[in-house]
């Protein structure tokens, strides 16, 4: 077959997501000359409202969206039979122009734990501080301030923020802190920062702060609409890319196959989902999982595709009181009203003894090995969302009629299962993905999600706005039970008992955890950093075993979890990324 070569530049990217966008521009920083080319699958995000709008994030998740890819897991027994969807970021930019702008930051430890060298904390907490703006307090040493990315507390805050903290440091017995995010504490109650420049109200995404305000640029390109399938080798050296028009962004465009060389490097950057499938594509991967597409093997990688992470998302609507302040309610300016995300206060939790004790025994081996002697390590993230927020697994016609709710929402941060990510072709010949999430495979990992669910309820009852449950997006628990949902007339006094739950109660909410228990869409993990004998895709350079000129840079590469929203981490690896890159190339760093 016969391909059309466009051109020729000197780095070309396979993938234009976070960590290709702080990749690309800083590379083009440091270099003007250097011959950039981003290939995209989504669109362009440069001024859309969707994007730059933090009020409008939620739109990206509609059913009909385009500027996010819904990933199909394999339908799994630990989750009722359930086929989970896990959303990821599909525009230039990637998970930047479309998530939740929430600002979590995971321990030093997180890094130190990878194992790998150059990887360590103290080599990049440095770039931690050098990626951002902090505008939130002067003078704290663990953030920076001269940065592209700007933090800042957004516009108008919810009322239910400082009911979530109230009761958390009185009922809930825990402290409070100004800033959660310095890298190692938790367990304290605090404002949630934001993603958001705290001047102009827009959304700090990678895409607008490392590419297009390089405009000037002749040599940095962004191609968007083009889907890449493969990379083309020359003696395992990788000289080009394979693409074509995407359906989905162009679907009266170009479906025909074009190439265009890199004279020094090839970057896959697709993420989670797209680079080990592009690799497996190219004939890097497992034997059996080539065999069986008909791709011939160019490099034996087993771990392709393997060790995909994630975090566990439950949420849970409660009823709120008529005059609560919502995203939609309350007196506020039009800036203040756009520039927020709902999210204003959290706790990185970890449980103390008394619950501990009231945790199922499954998980506490897990707490024992992990958890016990790192006070740093959360084991969830609790939060009050000033809205209602329904489940992926629920359809959106299922949403109550209009009044106001808020609603908790709380993620596991370090979960034992893990799943994989591969390329497959159906009997008429068409490829498809081959995705297990892996969610809840392992049985210590529903443990801290139900008892989250006990305790979040407890939080929200005693909250100055609570008004009851919404009985329909909360566990169908026995009719008699302690614990039946309802509408209510006001909260309960701080001192009240806590819900009493039996074992049929408890076999309730597992079932309706397996039923709803979603992605935050945290995907990580499926082209790790680690020894090629440890199934490792890539080494502490990035670089893909077995083949020359080629890297991969995106938040696959994480061997591990980490204990937080993974947007800083993205950004943490393409600054890091990077670094590597004009070191091999022998530019200086500004």
Not at 374 to 383: L, Q
Not at 445 to 467: C, H, Q, W
Not at 532 to 561: M, Q, T, W
Not at 568 to 576: D, H, N, P, Y
């Amino acid at each position: 077959m016969s391909h059309t070569i466009l051109s020729e530049f000197d780095i070309v990217f396979a993938g234009g997501g976070t960590t290709a966008c702080v990749v690309a521009g800083r590379l083009a920083a440091y270099d003007p000359f250097l011959r950039i080319l981003i290939l995209e699958a989504g669109q362009h995000t440069l001024n859309k409202p969707i994007h730059v709008q933090p009020s409008q994030a939620l739109l990206n998740q509609e059913p009909t969206s385009t500027t996010v890819t819904f990933n199909i897991g394999n339908p799994s027994p630990h989750l009722n039979g359930r086929a989970p969807i896990v959303p990821s970021g599909r525009c230039v930019g990637g998970g930047s122009c479309v998530n939740f702008m929430v600002y979590t930051r995971a321990p030093a430890s997180d890094y130190d734990d990878w194992g790998v060298d150059g990887w360590e904390s103290e080599n990049l907490v440095p770039l931690l501080k050098k990626l951002e703006k902090y505008e939130v307090q002067p003078d704290r040493s663990t953030h920076g301030y001269d940065g592209p990315i700007k933090v800042s507390s957004g516009g108008r805050r919810t009322g239910i923020s400082n009911e979530f903290i109230q009761v958390g440091t009185t009922y809930h017995k825990r402290h409070y802190a100004d800033d959660t995010e310095d890298l190692e504490t938790c367990n304290t109650y605090s404002p949630s920062q934001k993603y958001i420049d705290g001047t102009t109200g827009r959304r700090s995404d990678a895409a607008h702060h490392y590419v297009y305000n390089q405009a000037y640029n002749p040599n940095l390109h962004v191609w968007d609409g083009k889907r890449v399938k493969r990379i083309i080798f020359e003696d395992k050296r990788a000289v080009g890319v394979e693409f074509t028009g995407d359906p989905v962004s162009c679907p009266d465009g170009n479906q025909s196959s074009s190439i265009v060389r890199a004279s020094k490097l090839v970057v896959v950057s697709a993420g989670a989902f797209g680079s080990p499938t592009i690799l497996e594509r190219s004939g890097i991967g497992a034997e059996a999982i080539l065999k069986q597409c008909g791709i011939e093997q160019l490099v034996n990688l087993p771990g392709v595709g393997e060790n995909y992470r994630d975090h566990y998302l439950v949420l849970v609507p409660y009823l709120a009181t008529d005059d609560v302040v919502t995203p939609s309610r309350g007196d506020s300016t039009l800036q203040e009203s756009l520039a927020q995300n709902g999210i204003d206060s959290k706790i990185k939790w970890r449980p103390d003894d008394e619950e501990l004790k009231a945790m199922s025994s499954a998980f506490r081996l897990r707490w024992k090995e992990f958890f016990q002697d790192r006070p740093d390590k959360a084991v969830a993230v609790f939060s009050p969302f000033a809205q209602y927020f329904s489940p992926l697994s629920r359809p959106r016609s299922s949403i109550p009629p209009t009044r106001n709710y808020m609603t908790a929402c709380y993620y596991t941060l370090y979960p034992v299962s893990a799943g994989s990510v591969h390329i497959n072709v159906t009997e008429d010949g068409k490829e498809r993905m081959d995705f297990n999430t892996g969610f809840l495979d392992d049985p210590s990992d529903i443990v801290p999600l139900n008892f989250g669910y006990k305790k979040t309820r407890e939080i929200f009852r005693r909250m100055a706005s609570y008004r009851g449950e919404v009985p329909a997006d909360h566990p169908n628990f026995p009719e008699g039970s302690a614990a039946a949902c309802r509408e209510a007339s006001g909260p309960v006094e701080l001192d009240a008992p806590d819900i009493v739950y039996t074992a049929e109660d408890d076999e309730v909410i597992d079932r309706f955890l397996r039923d709803i228990v979603q992605t935050p869409s945290h995907s990580l993990g499926t082209c790790a950093m680690k020894p090629e004998a440890d199934h490792g895709v890539v080494d502490a350079r990035l670089n893909v075993y077995g083949v020359s000129n080629l890297k991969v840079a995106d938040l696959s590469i994480s061997p591990l979890n980490v204990g937080a929203n993974t947007y800083s981490t993205a950004l943490l690896i393409g600054e890091r990324a990077a670094m590597i890159i004009a070191e091999d190339f022998g530019i200086g760093c500004i």
